[in-house]
């Protein structure tokens, strides 16, 4: 595989409404998105998500939600060669691995929608390092996170984010780059609103 590989993000909140996916998948197409993560998808049936995948018409993989809650997922565009060779899912519809190579690229893909709770966010992200932990390959981490390493700048209050210094943990002990912090180092900006809130809580960790 040659050029580059675009990868995206989204929490879509939910794709019950043929509009909303209709949206959404104009989104990807208009970008020229190769492979993108989605979180609060709302999928509770595997039937659900694959016609989905026929309307989007490329390949998926799921972690099934709960009615107006959870759900994430994995596509891959229209006609992008790929060998998907591991995929798992925690069956609770917050985290996602999956195994993917692109031409000379391996990488293992890890979609996570974090828990607002303090305590589970804490337990979840110790159980995305097992599986980080247990690749050999590059690694992609990206999703809505539900915290924030730098209250600063990816914060409108100064309240504490807890349990985020495992992902700067992750940075030092793997050497992960969060990808919009290394290209925008001083940048202000969030991906979330609510309760009066700003912040970013949607991100991309990946091997530098």
């Not at 009615?67 to 060998?83: A, D, F, H, Q």
């Not at 943990?169 to 969030?190: C, E, S």
């Not at 609103?193 to 949607?202: F, T």
């Given at each position: 595989?040659?050029?580059?590989?675009?990868?995206?993000?989204?929490?879509?909140?939910?794709?019950?409404?043929?509009?909303?996916?209709?949206?959404?998948?104009?989104?990807?197409?208009?970008?020229?998105?190769?492979?993108?993560?989605?979180?609060?998808?709302?999928?509770?049936?595997?039937?659900?998500?694959?016609?989905?995948?026929?309307?989007?018409?490329?390949?998926?993989?799921?972690?099934?939600?709960?009615?107006?809650?959870?759900?994430?997922?994995?596509?891959?565009?229209?006609?992008?060669?790929?060998?998907?060779?591991?995929?798992?899912?925690?069956?609770?519809?917050?985290?996602?691995?999956?195994?993917?190579?692109?031409?000379?690229?391996?990488?293992?893909?890890?979609?996570?929608?974090?828990?607002?709770?303090?305590?589970?966010?804490?337990?979840?992200?110790?159980?995305?390092?097992?599986?980080?932990?247990?690749?050999?390959?590059?690694?992609?981490?990206?999703?809505?996170?539900?915290?924030?390493?730098?209250?600063?700048?990816?914060?409108?209050?100064?309240?504490?984010?807890?349990?985020s210094e495992i992902l700067?943990?992750?940075?030092?002990?793997?050497?992960?780059?969060?990808?919009?912090?290394?290209?925008?180092?001083?940048?202000?900006?969030?991906?979330?609103?609510?309760?009066?809130?700003?912040?970013?809580?949607?991100?991309?960790?990946?091997s530098s």
């Open positions: 595989m040659t050029g580059e590989l675009r990868i995206a993000t989204l929490n879509c909140r939910g794709m019950a409404s043929a509009a909303k996916r209709h949206r959404i998948i104009s989104l990807l197409k208009l970008y020229f998105i190769d492979v993108i993560l989605l979180q609060e998808t709302h999928f509770t049936a595997i039937e659900s998500a694959r016609a989905f995948e026929v309307e989007w018409g490329g390949t998926g993989f799921w972690s099934l939600g709960l009615y107006r809650s959870k759900g994430v997922g994995i596509l891959v565009r229209p006609g992008l060669r790929y060998n998907c060779y591991y995929n798992l899912s925690d069956h609770k519809g917050r985290l996602l691995v999956v195994d993917i190579k692109f031409g000379d690229l391996d990488a293992r893909t890890i979609n996570v929608y974090a828990p607002n709770n303090h305590r589970e966010r804490r337990q979840f992200f110790q159980s995305v390092e097992t599986h980080i932990n247990a690749t050999q390959h590059a690694v992609i981490i990206a999703g809505d996170f539900n915290c924030v390493e730098n209250t600063a700048l990816d914060r409108s209050s100064q309240e504490g984010s807890y349990a700067a943990g992750w940075r030092q002990t793997y050497g992960f780059i969060d990808a919009f912090r290394h290209l925008h180092k001083n940048v202000k900006a969030t991906t979330w609103s609510g309760g009066g809130v700003l912040a970013r809580l949607d991100r991309f960790y990946v």
